[in-house]
């Protein structure tokens, strides 16, 4: 299922979809009460227990990856309860390689759904990472690779370029606050 990993690759989640037109109705609900993130500008107050979810996407398709606090199971509830009330965040993604700097509540989450297309992968449950309050908190440079029938999710480790693009772009919230790796941990459930 995941094939060989390069070696610089920490993490891989291959997924097949599920269609989204079976579930047009649902979906139309949250798309219109979450908030998309985008990053935030530098020194900007951050609300007491929020921190900065730092990441870099790259795509080759237009879509998008929402975020939940963190749940080691997932039913049909919880599922239809993001559906109805929203995840905690949407982030949209291009066509091209984009940072994203993201003030967000300290906790546990997981990465619960990517979309593109007509079609889009649960990911509830499968990962994890935490962010930290008053903290950077760095989750990877996560790949996404798109095609008509499965979803690839690679995450690396490149902290140093993440600093680098801190240091440039963000130099206040890079001087003032802590820079903490929490990779997004992906495990597998065997089929």
Known sequence: ML???PRHCLFKISVEYENVK?????????LASCATRRSTS?????NSGQGLLALKLMS?????ISFAPYAAES???S???ESVLGPKGVISIAELEQYFIIPVDAGEYMWSRFSAFSRFADLRTSNRFEVIANTI???GHIRTFVNYTKLSIDVFDRTVDMRDHLRE????YYETLRFQSSLAQFRLKAA
């Not at 530098?42 to 951050?46: F, M, P, T, V």
């Open 3 to 5: 094939g060989s990993l």
């Open 22 to 30: 079976r579930r047009a109705f649902i979906l139309a609900l949250p």
């Open 42 to 46: 530098d020194g900007l107050s951050l």
């Open 60 to 64: 080759n398709a237009v879509g998008s």
């Open 75 to 77: 039913s049909v509830g």
């Open 79 to 81: 599922r239809l309860a």
């Open 137 to 139: 908190t760095y989750v």
């Open 169 to 172: 772009h963000f130099p206040r």
